[in-house]
């Protein structure tokens, strides 16, 4: 038992208290917080989230497939019209969404090994990025969604008139990333670059 009490006191470690640990009135934090909230150190990610969008995200539209087939889909041959100019040659009838996202590439090995794919000759690495997008993105994207990057105005980084499409982007993986209670604070999607017409 003394031996336990040892090995506790050994390692546990001190440090100097900050301004997390305490409110002060004079701490410039304090005013991010509002009165009555549980104020123990915790952050809103939701709005960290937010103000890292502003500061570096892009406007982008979520091509949200609305599950029904375009009148150009060919029930027989299961294929669509390549050049149609309603759906773009995907067969599905889509609605466009203007939203703040941040794109960025997936580095980490244990991240990007589960998103090899495997292939008649072997198994090979894809090049795969992550669109990052704000909890306020309801309902949550799907797999047959793509996320269509346009040229924007370097003022206003609105997008111009008329739209000039730049990247199409398949969306694969869809995760919700969840804090205190399961609130969704933000989405990540996995994507790969692509034709609007692939399935």
């Known amino acids: 038992m003394a031996d336990d009490i040892v090995k506790r006191q050994r390692w546990h470690v001190q440090r100097t208290p900050s301004a997390v640990d305490t409110r002060q009135s004079g701490s410039t934090t304090s005013g991010l917080y509002h009165e009555g909230q549980d104020w123990s150190g ?3 990610l939701r709005e960290e989230i ?3 969008m502003k500061l570096r995200g ?3 539209f979520l091509r949200r497939t609305q599950y029904r ?3 150009c889909w060919n029930d027989t041959t299961k294929e669509s019209d390549q050049d149609c100019p309603y759906c773009t040659g995907t067969g599905w009838q889509y609605k466009d969404e203007l939203h703040l996202g941040r794109l960025a590439p997936v ?3 244990i991240v990007a090994a589960h998103l090899e ?3 008649a000759i072997g198994l090979i690495g894809t090049p795969e990025y992550i669109f990052w997008f704000g909890h306020d993105v309801e309902p949550a994207p799907s797999r047959r969604d ?3 990057e346009v040229t924007t105005d370097e003022e206003t980084r609105m997008p111009v008139k008329a739209y000039n499409i730049e990247k199409i982007w398949n969306v694969g993986l869809v ?3 969840r804090d205190r209670n399961g609130r969704i604070e933000y989405w990540a999607c996995w994507v790969k670059e692509g034709a609007a017409g692939k399935e």
Do not use: F, S, W
Request: glycine share 8%; with cysteine.
């Open 175 to 177: 995760h919700p990333y």
């Open 107 to 109: 580095t980490r090995p």
């Open 146 to 148: 793509l996320v269509i």
């Open 58 to 60: 892009r406007y982008v």
């Open 42 to 44: 915790d952050i809103n």
């Open 69 to 71: 087939r375009c009148g």
């Open 117 to 119: 794919e495997r292939e």
């Open 50 to 52: 937010a103000g890292i």
